[in-house]
């Protein structure tokens, strides 16, 4: 059975992927829904109501229902996949192969000195317009950007290491590792097979990988970024160091706004570069820099 899918073609294996994606994210909602219930002791007549992220007491409930949902979207998903059509599930995901300490170094240091320029970069794609004729779908993503804003800074929004290391869990490490799972370890397979182009695998998994957040004034940075991860399994063949970037991204997201938020500091994270030219300059020409010398000594580790 196993070899029918492993034969079959690329094409055939993105759509399957796509049906799995579906149906076990539907049923990992099912049955962590039927736990939250006794978990939480939630009423059915209220359940709108737990949803409310202006309500303190019901962001534990949130945070789990987003477990939830990387778990059944990616993390899940991307198992059954290499489980179905890989011949060893460690392999197929590139988990096999460990990343050398100095390019896990050198992509710390690139995701940091990133900073400034990321900024700019999100605030020139703040100002990008539709055409008139598309006013009512930017109304739509101006709305839906401020929703899915509100709903981040109410996850951030604590004073405790215990909530820090919950945020940490919740926004850092489940998502670096479930959405690396399912854009570079399974799409970007996939789409470069389709292609026959690894760059074409890479920036096509990137795009959806940005799409999908549904934040479309950031899909600019969230699209470099996905390219970037693709690049790093790419140079590497393991996708332990596009996990770990995307790991550091987000968890120095999180670090960032919990000390500027509990702190009586004048650094801001998010404007960070963006009054300075020379500090957005700068921070461009050491991410070139950063990422040219992490592609040399990850090639060469492999070799």
């Not at 004073?159 to 489940?174: C, D, E, R, S």
């Not at 970037?228 to 996708?239: D, M, V």
């Amino acid at each position: 059975m196993n070899v029918f899918f492993r034969d079959s073609s690329p094409f055939f294996q993105f759509i399957f992927t796509l049906f799995l994606i579906l149906i076990l994210f539907l049923a990992t909602l099912l049955v962590g829904t039927l736990l939250a219930f006794a978990i939480f002791n939630l009423q059915l007549n209220q359940i709108e109501t737990y949803f409310d992220v202006n309500v303190i007491e019901n962001m534990p409930i949130i945070k789990y229902f987003q477990a939830l949902q990387t778990l059944g979207l990616f993390i899940i998903p991307s198992l059954a996949v290499a489980f179905i059509f890989g011949e060893s599930l460690s392999n197929y995901l590139k988990l096999d192969k460990k990343p050398g300490k100095i390019s896990m170094l050198y992509v710390f240091i690139t995701i940091l000195v990133a900073l400034p320029f990321v900024n700019v970069l999100i605030q020139f794609n703040e100002t990008l317009k539709l055409p008139q004729t598309w006013h009512g779908l930017e109304q739509w993503m101006r709305a839906s950007e401020e929703q899915a804003k509100k709903i981040t800074e109410a996850f951030l929004t604590t004073q405790t290491i215990t909530g820090l290391f919950t945020n940490l869990l919740i926004i850092a490490i489940l998502p670096a590792l479930g959405e690396e799972l399912i854009f570079r370890g399974i799409f970007q397979k996939q789409f470069t097979l389709i292609t026959g182009n690894k760059h074409w695998g890479i920036f096509i998994s990137a795009f959806i990988f940005s799409a999908m957040h549904l934040q479309f004034y950031g899909f600019l940075p969230r699209l470099l970024l996905g390219i970037y991860f693709g690049y790093l399994l790419i140079w590497s063949k393991s996708l332990w160091l596009p996990i770990l970037a995307h790991f550091f991204n987000n968890g120095m997201a999180v670090l960032f706004y919990f000390f500027y938020n509990n702190s009586s500091t004048d650094f801001n994270p998010d404007t960070y570069g963006t009054q300075n030219a020379a500090i957005s300059i700068l921070s461009a020409f050491l991410i070139i820099f950063m990422v040219y010398f992490t592609k040399k000594i990850s090639q060469s580790t492999q070799s």
